[in-house]
């Protein structure tokens, strides 16, 4: 029974090490985005409304698919080997739980 529940541990810590990876590029897709957002409240720069609505536009939409993609790769990757449910409360998503809070089992070797 040990080796089976160290089984689902390292399993899902393997699954939680590639989430991360496929979530790098998005959260800094986001940066980005929001960074556009922030040059055009934040510089006072001498250039035409045309590239404000444009960094505006930019920003958010960068923004705006990064926070689907991210919870899309979060619903799709982050789940249980055990029972195969989302690792997340009320509160929200786990980011390295002890144990899954739908089943139980140990998440942690």
Do not use: H, K
């Amino acid at each position: 029974m040990d080796s089976d529940a160290d089984q689902v541990a390292i399993q899902f810590q393997e699954r939680r090490a590639q989430t991360g990876r496929r979530l790098r590029p998005w959260f800094a897709m986001a940066a980005v985005g929001f960074g556009s957002v922030a040059l055009v409240f934040f510089t006072p720069f001498p250039s035409s409304e045309y590239w404000r609505f444009w960094l505006l536009f930019g920003g958010f939409l960068a923004g705006a698919m990064s926070f689907v993609a991210i919870n899309l790769v979060i619903q799709a990757r982050y789940r249980c080997p055990a029972c195969g449910g989302t690792v997340s409360d009320d509160r929200g998503v786990l980011l390295n739980p002890d144990t899954c809070p739908r089943c139980g089992a140990r998440l942690r070797p």
